[in-house]
């Protein structure tokens, strides 16, 4: 089985979203999505070639041929780590959605644990794929998709059998809130969190316009916080805060 697979971007920066914000990471980005979400702002189709950055956190890219081969992703992580030592906390396996690429994780996933800690960025939609790759990964942090924020059909069932695996890791969930998010979506995501585990840090992350502002009015995201305690032990609101500092 190949170990090679094509990759849109691996590059160093801060964390900008969930409970790991502001620690920095290396980034492995995967192509492929299996939701079409009102709010994405992700390119999800691999590139002719994969942007790698030149230096970590210079944001100067440079291209290396598709398909990338696990050897030569494990010698830019490695030697990135060698010149910042400490610096990064972990890679994050990003997308995209990772996890359509399961197999592939399988093989790679084992072999960058030896280097850092493994974060895994997913729709929480998959978790067939989550039982193949639980063991290899430290944190997960899962999306629940509000139909009346995504614009996707409800997918509570998916969720809920995904964070029954997830929460065997150090796991966290943020939904994505909008102007026309309902109250009763957001506490059905609540109850259902509350289903495995009431102390699950729970993140409403708010829509970043286009122009860079936040989409929800503070007082609606006070409200939203304070209806999701009564539920939940660890609600926090959090923005995306890379788009704010403007790194990657």
Known sequence: MSS??????LFSSLQGE???AGYRQIFIRLPGCNLDCAYCDTAIEAPPSCRVERTPGSGEFQGIPQPVTL????????????QLPNA??????????PLLQA???????????????????????????????IEHLDFISMDIKLPTAAATPALWDEHRRFLEIARERDVSVKVVVGPLTSDQDLLAAAQLVAGQ???IPFIIQPVTDRDGRVAVAAGRLLHLQALVSRTLADVRVLPQLHRFLEVL
């Not at 090679?4 to 971007?9: F, G, H, R, S, T």
């Not at 990064?88 to 959605?97: K, L, P, V």
């Not at 974060?119 to 939609?125: A, D, I, R």
């Open 4 to 9: 090679a697979a094509p990759l849109i971007e």
């Open 18 to 20: 969930g409970v790991l």
């Open 71 to 82: 050897p030569t992703v494990l010698e830019i992580v490695h030697r990135w780590c060698m």
């Open 88 to 97: 990064h906390h972990s890679i994050s396996i990003t997308g995209g959605e």
């Open 103 to 133: 197999d592939l994780l399988a093989r790679w996933l084992p072999e960058l644990n030896i280097l850092l800690p493994i974060h895994l960025e997913t729709n929480g939609t998959l978790p067939v794929p989550l039982s193949r790759l």
């Open 197 to 199: 585990d009431d102390e």
